[in-house]
């Protein structure tokens, strides 16, 4: 049954495009207001379509003109586009529109950003610069021509030439039009080259503001480094003369990978050791190779429609997960990844928001920018790798780009590649892909006559449209240790199928104990009873880091649960266990740092909430004060030593072994912080060279309630900084305490350097406030009607960031009558505004279920 609503586009509805396309050829006589477009663009009938309609779409044009063969037309327009007569045979389009990139505060099509052009196509934008089928499965080589006063002047491809006021490029590679861009500005460069593995010289440039030339290097080494590595890991070469890439300031996402012209978003490529923490650094590397790695996933073989969008994302995703792993160290980075996977992706499935991988249908693509459709993606492609193992995984990969370069592919051809290398039918595989929600896997087991046996049953929640579910392939990495902490079986994978499925384990003189779902190999929920003792043991003892870290997570989740539920005191055996870790200096710094870690408040409401509870947002937080407060007390020593012992005192390096010392320092910090009123803090915040020191003692200043003199001063320092300002807006609503997180977040709202014409602007300030569960879901309803507030206000101007920031809402229906009230309004108030965009509309509606 289709939905009501004339805008459901669904995925059973595809056909191929009516006519395909030849080579397009652009010119743009830039002007803030005025802008024209003219357009040439050889069009032919497609064969394998059943329909001869003529639509171009096109949104916020004014055409000029229009003609056929030279023949000037009348076609007609609509909001969505234009319809035509044409010949039954090959034809040439011409058109000439106009448009106002000044006026264009939405951020998609062209638009201008501190006096800067540029561009964002993806998924729908290439409709708002002309009249086009702005479809990915229509695909051509373009040559762009770009007049205009600008000192650079930049486009897809290889430059073609350029003179007074004008510049042409050429890309010689048919792409979808959401992989067109174009960029122009009084912009200055930091270049490079490199040399591919067959001997093409590639000229490298990040391109920013004057005055930004000095953020440049690391990104630059990102760049060049994931080039390598892309040749060395896939076998794949860059394929053109030149890759650019743009830092801009106004960009709704993190980046875009435009062929051979990236756009930035500025936070994820300017980086300095100052004005940038590590994990800016570690981020900044990732988000390089992400939007490369795209040059072969999603450029060179794109996605037939955007149903497909995973078949790019999650396999760009895979891939910078594992250059970052080869990086940097791989147990650390899988277990930052399951930490955010859990926070946002598990959140995303087990709420009204839940959707699968591959979706059947949408209102506004836009809103498909998900952790489901980018990090679960990826992990599918992670099981496919566990399931067949390396060799077989890369040779399913050869396959996959050399049968489908060039094409608009789908997730039908990805698994048909996978069979065909493997051998192997991926027909229930597929399921992971279409079904949303995450499987609940729970574990029973026995040991007799020398034999263990591990059961294991999977069950997934309905998910909205989805109340029936079937069995997945799980593929559980799964090892076996002795009584004296010895590994008798290494891991081993064992290939769920069935609802519920047996795995024995024969010849072991006495009963293991188990270490399941090692390294994380299936995004799926655990559901072990096992008892501290096991837990402890296994922190100890597993040779697993990933497990060795779950074990730790499961004993702090456990304590915190019996606080919040119980009232109990915090767990001794916890506290022992953690504590032995920390002490080990054998241990990595990064891992200890990370064991220091607590689970996110939202995860322990979704986990109250899962068992037939209802969270008290405020209660969380109380629990999760007091066992820091414990573990500050029975640390302290260690604490003291940690910091001393940790201290960097080489030069500031973005390495991932500096960022492990100081991380680990930065954590002792903040325990010590609890007893010593900030004294060492204030110390850290006034000998600080670096961000990441600056940073961590400034929020640990405000958490002991002596940050106002340091907020003032980092303000005073930074003010000229637009990428710090934004930490300084954020750093002071995540420290607040509950009942201040709304107050403080509306004071921020109310000081001059807050906008919410740049979408980084108001993420650091109302993203800040929704990550800040406890004031967030404060009783009162502040925390709601202020960002309902401030959604209903960003709504006309920027729709794709309003809609994106509704998520905070998603997890509403958790909570206690009271606070379901004041949410409900907010969301019903936002919904009640006139003119509220498509992308807002449908967020709010699912949201509200
Ligand atoms: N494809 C980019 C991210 C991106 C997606 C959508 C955008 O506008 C709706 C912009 C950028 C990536 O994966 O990096
Ligand atoms: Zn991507």
């Excluded at 004339?6 to 397009?24: C, E, K, M, N, S």
């Excluded at 638009?111 to 499965?137: H, L, V, W």
């Excluded at 997934?460 to 799980?474: E, H, L, N, S």
């Excluded at 010593?676 to 006034?686: H, P, T």
Aim: net charge negative; with cysteine.
């Amino acid at each position: 049954m289709k939905d009501a609503s004339p805008q459901t586009i669904y995925l059973a509805d595809y056909t191929p495009p009516a006519f395909l396309v030849g080579p397009v050829t652009l010119t743009f006589r830039l002007d803030p207001e005025k802008t024209r477009v003219i357009s040439k663009i050889e069009f032919r009938p497609n064969p394998a379509s059943q329909s001869d309609t003529f639509f171009l779409h096109g949104e916020n044009l004014t055409l000029i003109r229009a003609a056929i063969d030279g023949q000037e037309v009348t076609p007609e327009l609509s909001a969505q586009g234009l319809t035509c007569a044409v010949p039954d045979r090959p034809f040439t389009w011409e058109a000439e529109v106009e448009i106002a990139p000044a006026a264009n505060t939405a951020l998609e099509g062209l638009y201008m950003s501190n006096g800067m052009y540029c561009t964002q196509c993806e998924a729908e934008g290439f409709r708002k610069i002309t009249y086009y089928p702005d479809r990915p499965d229509v695909m051509a080589p373009f040559t762009v021509r770009i007049e205009g006063r600008e000192k650079i002047m930049l486009s897809n491809g290889n430059p073609a030439g350029r003179g007074d006021g004008w510049a042409e490029w050429h890309d010689p590679w048919p792409k979808p039009a959401y992989l067109f861009a174009l960029v122009a500005g009084d912009l200055v460069n930091h270049p490079d080259r490199f040399t591919t593995k067959s001997g093409r010289e590639v000229e490298l440039n990040i391109w920013v503001r004057p005055g930004d030339e000095d953020k440049c290097a690391f990104g630059m080494e990102a760049l060049k480094k994931s080039m390598t590595w892309d040749e060395e890991t896939y076998g794949r070469e860059y394929d053109l003369d030149v890759f650019n890439i743009v830092a801009v300031d106004d960009f709704n996402m993190g980046a875009m990978e435009n062929k051979g012209l990236n756009i930035f978003n500025s936070s994820c490529v300017l980086a300095s050791p100052e004005t940038s923490t590590d994990a800016n650094f570690e981020r900044i590397e990732a988000i390089i190779a992400h939007e490369y790695f795209h040059n072969w996933t999603g450029n060179r073989i794109t996605c037939r429609d955007w149903f497909q969008l995973c078949l790019k994302e999650g396999l760009t995703v895979f891939r910078d997960a594992q250059f970052t792993a080869d990086m940097r160290s791989a147990p650390v980075k899988r277990i930052e990844d399951a930490i955010m996977l859990r926070g946002r992706q598990f959140r995303e499935d087990n709420g009204p928001l839940a959707h699968p991988v591959r979706p059947d249908s949408f209102v506004e693509i836009n809103n498909f920018y998900t952790a489901t459709v980018y990090e679960k993606g990826a992990e599918l492609i992670g099981m496919l790798k566990t399931l067949f193992g390396h060799d077989e995984y890369y040779k399913a990969l050869d396959l996959y780009f050399q049968r489908h370069d060039g094409d608009a592919a789908t997730i039908e051809d990805w698994l048909k590649v996978f069979e065909d290398a493997t051998g192997r039918d991926l027909t229930q595989f597929k399921r992971w892909y279409e079904q949303a929600g995450t499987p609940r896997l729970s574990i029973s087991d026995d040991f007799s006559n020398g034999t263990y046996t591990l059961t294991f049953k999977q069950e997934t929640p309905p998910t909205p449209g989805q109340p029936q579910k079937d069995p997945r392939v799980i593929p559980i990495a799964v090892g076996l240790l002795n009584p004296n902490g010895d590994e008798v079986v290494p891991t081993t994978v064992l290939e769920m199928t069935q609802a519920e499925q047996s795995f024995a384990f024969d010849g072991l003189a006495s009963r293991p104990t188990p270490s399941i779902l090692r390294d994380f190999s299936a995004p799926v929920i655990l559901e072990h009873k096992t008892d501290n003792a096991t837990r402890a043991f296994l922190l100890a003892n597993d040779t697993d880091p990933f497990n060795r870290w779950q074990a730790g997570r499961d004993l702090v989740l456990d304590t915190l649960l019996r606080m919040i539920r119980q009232g109990d005191a915090p767990d001794s055996a916890y506290l022992d266990a953690l504590h032995r870790l920390i002490r080990d200096d054998t241990q990595d710094p990064a891992f200890r740092a990370l064991a220091l870690g607590l689970p996110p408040q939202d995860e322990l409401a979704q986990l109250i909430h899962d068992a037939g509870a209802v969270p008290d947002p405020q209660a969380i937080w109380e629990a999760t004060e007091t066992l820091k407060q414990a573990r500050a007390e029975a640390f302290q020593d260690t604490a003291t030593r940690l910091y001393a012992q940790y201290q960097v005192t080489d030069p500031y390096r973005p390495s991932a072994e500096q960022a492990a010392a100081r991380r680990l320092a930065n954590a002792a910090l903040g325990i010590i912080n609890r007893l010593d009123g900030g004294a060492l803090a204030q110390r850290q915040f006034d000998g600080a060279d670096n961000m990441t020191q600056q940073l961590a003692a400034l929020s640990a200043l405000i958490s002991a309630g002596k940050g106002d003199a340091a907020v003032a001063r980092f303000y005073d320092q930074w003010k000229h900084d637009r990428l710090v300002i934004d930490k300084w807006f954020a750093i002071q609503i995540q420290n607040a305490a509950p009942q201040d997180a709304a107050p403080r977040t509306k004071d921020l709202t109310q000081h001059p350097d807050f906008t919410i014409r740049n979408p980084n602007r108001f993420r650091s300030v109302l993203g800040a406030l929704a990550g800040n569960s406890a004031g967030f879901h404060h009783a009162s309803g502040a925390g709601y009607a202020l960002l309902a507030d401030q959604l209903v206000a960003l709504d006309p101007v920027n729709p794709q960031t309003t809609a994106r920031m509704c998520t905070a809402f998603e997890t509403w229906a958790r909570y206690d009558a009271t606070r379901q009230a004041h949410a409900r309004a907010a969301l019903e108030r936002i919904l009640a505004t006139p003119d509220l965009s498509r992308d807002t509309t449908e967020m709010v509606t699912r949201i509200l279920g």
